[in-house]
Protein backbone atom coordinates (compact mmCIF):
# COMPACT_ATOMS: atom_id res chain seq x y z
CA UNK A 1 0.00 0.00 0.00
CA UNK A 2 0.93 3.69 -0.29
CA UNK A 3 2.64 5.43 2.59
CA UNK A 4 4.41 8.37 2.30
CA UNK A 5 7.79 8.68 4.35
CA UNK A 6 8.75 11.98 5.77
CA UNK A 7 12.29 13.72 6.15
CA UNK A 8 13.39 15.06 8.41
CA UNK A 9 11.26 13.28 11.67
CA UNK A 10 12.56 16.24 13.80
CA UNK A 11 13.22 19.51 12.94
CA UNK A 12 13.95 22.79 15.21
CA UNK A 13 14.15 25.93 14.26
CA UNK A 14 14.37 29.75 14.96
CA UNK A 15 11.56 31.84 14.53
CA UNK A 16 11.73 33.10 11.37
CA UNK A 17 13.72 31.16 9.67
CA UNK A 18 11.87 28.63 6.89
CA UNK A 19 11.16 24.68 7.90
CA UNK A 20 11.26 21.96 5.18
CA UNK A 21 10.41 18.69 5.15
CA UNK A 22 10.19 15.82 2.77
CA UNK A 23 8.13 13.05 1.93
CA UNK A 24 8.47 9.78 -0.62
CA UNK A 25 6.42 7.20 -1.66
CA UNK A 26 6.66 4.17 -3.41
CA UNK A 27 3.38 3.99 -5.98
CA UNK A 28 1.25 5.94 -8.12
CA UNK A 29 -0.95 8.65 -6.35
CA UNK A 30 -4.22 11.13 -7.69
CA UNK A 31 -2.56 13.58 -5.23
CA UNK A 32 -0.48 14.10 -2.54
CA UNK A 33 -1.68 16.08 0.70
CA UNK A 34 -0.03 17.81 3.59
CA UNK A 35 -1.56 17.91 7.20
CA UNK A 36 -0.66 19.52 10.63
CA UNK A 37 -1.54 17.96 13.49
CA UNK A 38 -1.11 19.70 16.95
CA UNK A 39 0.03 18.52 19.98
CA UNK A 40 -3.43 16.29 21.41
CA UNK A 41 -5.68 17.53 18.15
CA UNK A 42 -7.02 16.60 15.06
CA UNK A 43 -5.18 16.76 11.84
CA UNK A 44 -5.98 19.42 9.58
CA UNK A 45 -5.53 19.65 5.78
CA UNK A 46 -2.98 22.68 4.84
CA UNK A 47 -2.77 22.04 1.04
CA UNK A 48 -3.13 19.61 -1.62
CA UNK A 49 -1.21 18.93 -5.08
CA UNK A 50 -2.54 16.77 -7.78
CA UNK A 51 -0.38 14.63 -9.87
CA UNK A 52 -0.34 16.60 -12.80
CA UNK A 53 0.87 19.85 -10.57
CA UNK A 54 4.68 20.65 -9.97
CA UNK A 55 4.28 23.34 -7.19
CA UNK A 56 1.33 25.00 -5.39
CA UNK A 57 1.70 27.87 -2.99
CA UNK A 58 -0.75 28.79 0.13
CA UNK A 59 0.37 31.52 1.72
CA UNK A 60 3.58 31.01 3.57
CA UNK A 61 3.68 27.21 2.40
CA UNK A 62 5.22 26.04 -0.78
CA UNK A 63 4.79 22.21 -2.06
CA UNK A 64 6.67 20.48 -4.61
CA UNK A 65 6.08 17.45 -6.30
CA UNK A 66 8.42 15.23 -8.10
CA UNK A 67 6.14 12.01 -9.66
CA UNK A 68 9.15 10.86 -11.13
CA UNK A 69 11.43 10.97 -7.81
CA UNK A 70 7.68 9.50 -6.05
CA UNK A 71 8.92 12.70 -3.56
CA UNK A 72 6.66 15.65 -2.16
CA UNK A 73 8.68 18.43 0.14
CA UNK A 74 6.82 20.81 2.06
CA UNK A 75 8.55 24.33 3.03
CA UNK A 76 6.79 26.45 5.58
CA UNK A 77 8.56 30.53 4.99
CA UNK A 78 8.64 32.74 7.92
CA UNK A 79 7.77 30.01 10.29
CA UNK A 80 6.26 31.71 13.57
CA UNK A 81 5.61 29.97 17.16
CA UNK A 82 2.28 28.48 16.23
CA UNK A 83 3.77 26.37 13.97
CA UNK A 84 5.04 24.10 16.53
CA UNK A 85 3.41 21.17 15.20
CA UNK A 86 3.49 17.39 13.62
CA UNK A 87 3.04 17.98 9.88
CA UNK A 88 2.16 14.57 7.75
CA UNK A 89 2.18 13.73 4.25
CA UNK A 90 -1.03 11.42 2.86
CA UNK A 91 -0.64 9.88 -0.36
CA UNK A 92 -4.07 9.40 -2.51
CA UNK A 93 -4.12 6.67 -4.65
CA UNK A 94 -7.24 4.58 -5.49
CA UNK A 95 -9.40 6.18 -3.58
CA UNK A 96 -7.30 5.48 -0.35
CA UNK A 97 -5.47 7.96 1.64
CA UNK A 98 -2.22 7.07 3.25
CA UNK A 99 -0.06 8.71 5.93
CA UNK A 100 3.13 8.70 6.47
CA UNK A 101 4.90 9.09 9.95
CA UNK A 102 5.07 12.62 10.15
CA UNK A 103 7.65 15.22 11.39
CA UNK A 104 7.70 16.87 14.74
CA UNK A 105 8.90 20.53 14.15
CA UNK A 106 9.72 23.20 16.99
CA UNK A 107 9.83 26.66 16.68
CA UNK A 108 11.69 28.62 19.30
CA UNK A 109 10.65 32.17 19.92
CA UNK B 1 -20.08 24.89 9.89
CA UNK B 2 -19.86 22.61 13.13
CA UNK B 3 -17.31 20.00 12.74
CA UNK B 4 -16.37 16.29 13.12
CA UNK B 5 -17.67 15.60 16.56
CA UNK B 6 -15.83 12.37 18.33
CA UNK B 7 -16.99 11.14 21.67
CA UNK B 8 -15.87 10.39 24.05
CA UNK B 9 -12.47 12.34 24.71
CA UNK B 10 -10.67 10.06 26.99
CA UNK B 11 -11.14 6.38 27.61
CA UNK B 12 -9.19 4.85 30.16
CA UNK B 13 -10.12 0.27 30.38
CA UNK B 14 -8.85 -2.53 31.15
CA UNK B 15 -7.35 -5.63 29.35
CA UNK B 16 -10.23 -7.79 27.82
CA UNK B 17 -12.65 -5.16 28.68
CA UNK B 18 -15.20 -3.41 25.59
CA UNK B 19 -14.74 0.15 24.54
CA UNK B 20 -17.22 1.97 21.68
CA UNK B 21 -16.29 5.17 20.22
CA UNK B 22 -18.85 7.55 18.29
CA UNK B 23 -18.83 9.92 15.28
CA UNK B 24 -20.87 12.46 13.77
CA UNK B 25 -19.54 13.56 10.86
CA UNK B 26 -19.97 17.24 8.90
CA UNK B 27 -23.43 17.61 7.45
CA UNK B 28 -23.40 16.52 3.94
CA UNK B 29 -20.44 14.78 3.91
CA UNK B 30 -20.83 10.99 2.26
CA UNK B 31 -17.30 9.25 2.85
CA UNK B 32 -16.35 8.70 6.92
CA UNK B 33 -12.89 7.10 8.34
CA UNK B 34 -11.62 5.41 11.17
CA UNK B 35 -8.20 6.16 11.52
CA UNK B 36 -5.85 4.39 14.50
CA UNK B 37 -2.83 6.55 15.46
CA UNK B 38 -0.39 5.46 18.34
CA UNK B 39 1.58 7.55 19.63
CA UNK B 40 4.62 8.92 17.38
CA UNK B 41 3.36 7.28 14.54
CA UNK B 42 1.25 8.59 11.61
CA UNK B 43 -2.67 7.74 11.51
CA UNK B 44 -3.55 4.25 10.06
CA UNK B 45 -6.85 3.42 7.83
CA UNK B 46 -8.87 1.06 10.06
CA UNK B 47 -12.09 1.74 7.94
CA UNK B 48 -14.08 3.52 5.42
CA UNK B 49 -17.75 4.07 4.25
CA UNK B 50 -19.08 5.39 1.58
CA UNK B 51 -22.81 6.33 3.08
CA UNK B 52 -23.43 3.50 5.24
CA UNK B 53 -21.41 0.93 2.91
CA UNK B 54 -18.32 -0.29 3.58
CA UNK B 55 -15.28 0.58 0.96
CA UNK B 56 -11.92 -0.39 2.96
CA UNK B 57 -11.72 -2.30 5.71
CA UNK B 58 -8.47 -4.26 4.90
CA UNK B 59 -6.55 -3.18 8.09
CA UNK B 60 -9.49 -3.82 10.66
CA UNK B 61 -8.74 -6.35 13.36
CA UNK B 62 -12.26 -7.72 12.48
CA UNK B 63 -11.64 -10.54 15.25
CA UNK B 64 -11.58 -7.64 18.07
CA UNK B 65 -12.86 -4.80 15.99
CA UNK B 66 -16.57 -3.80 14.28
CA UNK B 67 -17.47 -0.47 12.95
CA UNK B 68 -20.97 0.66 11.85
CA UNK B 69 -22.50 3.57 10.13
CA UNK B 70 -26.55 2.92 10.07
CA UNK B 71 -28.77 5.38 8.38
CA UNK B 72 -25.37 6.66 6.57
CA UNK B 73 -24.70 9.52 9.07
CA UNK B 74 -23.33 8.56 12.65
CA UNK B 75 -20.67 5.80 13.27
CA UNK B 76 -19.56 3.80 16.03
CA UNK B 77 -16.12 1.85 16.72
CA UNK B 78 -16.28 -1.04 19.26
CA UNK B 79 -13.16 -2.93 20.21
CA UNK B 80 -14.05 -6.21 22.29
CA UNK B 81 -11.77 -7.51 23.75
CA UNK B 82 -9.31 -4.89 24.23
CA UNK B 83 -5.79 -5.50 24.49
CA UNK B 84 -2.70 -2.98 25.67
CA UNK B 85 -1.44 -2.46 21.60
CA UNK B 86 -4.70 -0.99 21.46
CA UNK B 87 -3.98 2.51 23.33
CA UNK B 88 -4.03 4.91 20.67
CA UNK B 89 -6.22 7.90 19.68
CA UNK B 90 -8.85 7.10 17.16
CA UNK B 91 -9.64 9.65 14.79
CA UNK B 92 -12.66 10.43 12.83
CA UNK B 93 -12.67 12.08 9.66
CA UNK B 94 -15.68 12.67 6.75
CA UNK B 95 -14.92 13.58 3.24
CA UNK B 96 -17.20 14.81 0.49
CA UNK B 97 -17.37 12.02 -2.37
CA UNK B 98 -16.33 13.18 -5.74
CA UNK B 99 -17.54 12.93 -9.11
CA UNK B 100 -18.02 9.35 -10.09
CA UNK B 101 -18.12 8.59 -6.27
CA UNK B 102 -14.87 8.76 -6.09
CA UNK B 103 -12.79 10.48 -3.40
CA UNK B 104 -10.88 13.16 -4.47
CA UNK B 105 -10.29 15.97 -1.86
CA UNK B 106 -9.29 16.93 1.73
CA UNK B 107 -10.32 14.54 4.93
CA UNK B 108 -11.90 16.93 7.71
CA UNK B 109 -10.77 15.13 11.05
CA UNK B 110 -12.14 15.12 14.83
CA UNK B 111 -10.49 15.80 17.69
CA UNK B 112 -10.39 12.09 18.47
CA UNK B 113 -10.26 9.96 21.12
CA UNK B 114 -7.80 8.77 23.60
CA UNK B 115 -8.00 4.98 24.44
CA UNK B 116 -5.49 4.21 27.24
CA UNK B 117 -6.06 0.18 28.00
CA UNK B 118 -4.32 -0.85 31.35
Known amino acids: SQQGEEDPQALSIQEGENATMNCSYK?????LQWYRQNSGRGLVHLILIRSNEREKHSGRLRVTLDTSKKSSSLLITASRAADTASYFCATNGNNRLAFGKGNQVVVIP | EAGVAQSPRYKIIEKRQSVAFWCNPI?????LYWYQQILGQGPKLLIQ????????DSQLPKDRFSAERLKGVDSTLKIQPAKLEDSAVYLCASSLMGSAGLYTGELFFGEGSRLTVL
Open chain 1, 27 to 31: TSINN
Open chain 2, 27 to 31: SGHAT
Open chain 2, 49 to 56: FQNNGVVD
